[in-house]
């Protein structure tokens, strides 16, 4: 009989995180972005919330009916309306005198597009909410169609790629511009590949008062096409190149930024996924293309001076990611 290694399940059990909002169980694909995103965001913000959902991937996944994976009051709201769900809870909870922290949930087809009058509504009345985009890029649950938030050149199923087209032909929306025109207390982004940055902002934004935004990168092997076991690389690779730009903003100004301390090139960020594939081929079109997208995100760390040759306390280069195991949760 081979003997097996003994296990403090104390020690290991200190390591979990101290408040769960999402169990385990539920039916997210292997490698999801979002399911952790969604963890992340409920770790930080703790038990005292409620939570509105607009339909999606996440609202899908966590409520199979008569389950549910939430550990917090929870409510699905329409895909277009979760801003205005949001706001009449936390109209209610202020009249009753409580201070339960009202957070909403929308993927990126709910906030950069359908929902966006809602939450641009929302945002003008000054409302005490936290809003979280969950942004992978495109309408996965219905079976990954383009959305506003989609990348120049990203293949999807209503954005193909082929000899007449390479993709998406629009640019990704720049979304955080417009949300930070409306003058907000704080708005930020984030990816799941820089987890204590993540809650660190979650924490920072439930801490003003009035409206604050969040956009998170969240990773969908699905739709993005890349092994379940490489969502944080490849994450960790959206931020490195300047395409995904990690900022924070006061009433909208930018006050700080993750610096990149080695930028990478987008070829070796569209490498592992399938919906940039075809930018790699070896044609006129394809190169073309490529160095479309290049040229976007040298425009990025351009725009937000991003570059940095020191090591700082928040560079992408640093010891801020999801490591197996999960020794760094606390
Ligand atoms: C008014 C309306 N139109 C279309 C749908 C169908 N629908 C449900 S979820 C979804 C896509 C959601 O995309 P996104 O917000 O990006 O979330 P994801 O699934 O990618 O996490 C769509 C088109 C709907 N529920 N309601
Ligand atoms: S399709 Fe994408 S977003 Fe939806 S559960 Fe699967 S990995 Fe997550
Ligand atoms: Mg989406």
């Known amino acids: 009989m081979s003997s097996q290694p003994s296990v403090d399940t104390t020690a290991l059990r200190k390591l979990q995180p101290r408040f769960s909002g999402i169990e385990s169980g539920h039916g997210a694909c292997q490698g999801c972005g979002q399911a952790l995103a969604a963890r992340l965001v409920l770790e930080a913000a703790g038990p005292d919330v409620i939570v509105a959902n607009a339909t999606g991937c996440l609202e899908i996944f966590t409520t199979p009916w008569p389950q549910s994976a939430w550990n917090v009051p929870w409510i699905h709201s329409l895909f277009e309306n979760v801003a205005a769900v949001a706001a009449g809870i936390e109209v209610a909870l202020r009249a009753q005198g409580r201070t339960t922290r009202v ?46 938030s ?16 390479q993709g998406k032909r629009h640019f990704k929306k720049d979304l955080l511009t417009i949300i930070s025109a409306h003058g907000i207390p704080y708005a930020a982004t984030a990816s799941v590949a820089y987890p204590s940055d993540l809650r660190a902002k979650v924490r920072r ?4 008062s009035g409206p604050s935004f969040l956009l998170l990168h969240s990773p969908c092997p699905l739709g993005w096409g890349h092994d379940s076991a490489q969502t944080i690389s490849v994450d960790r690779l959206a931020v490195e190149t300047g395409l995904f730009p990690i900022l924070e903003m006061e009433r909208g100004k930018v006050v700080s930024s993750m610096k990149i301390r080695n930028p990478r090139p987008v070829r070796e960020y569209a490498l592992p996924q399938f919906r940039f594939r075809h930018l790699l081929m070896d044609t006129p079109e394809a190169r073309e293309e490529l160095e479309h997208l290049q040229a976007l995100a040298d425009a990025n760390i351009e ?22 195991g999960g020794s760094r949760w606390g």
Do not use: K
């Open 303 to 324: 725009r937000y001076d991003l570059l940095s040759e020191a090591p700082g306390p928040r560079d992408s280069g640093g010891a801020d990611t999801v490591r197996r």
């Open 103 to 148: 957070l909403a949930f929308a993927g990126d087809g709910g906030t950069f597009d359908i929902g966006f009058q809602a939450l641009s509504g929302m945002l003008e009345r000054n409302h005490d909410v936290l809003f979280v985009c969950f942004d992978n890029e495109a309408y996965m649950n219905t079976g990954i169609q383009r959305s506003g």
């Open 150 to 165: 989609t990348p120049h050149g990203a293949w999807t199923n209503t954005s193909p790629a082929g000899r007449v087209r």
């Open 205 to 208: 934004a439930l801490d003003v």
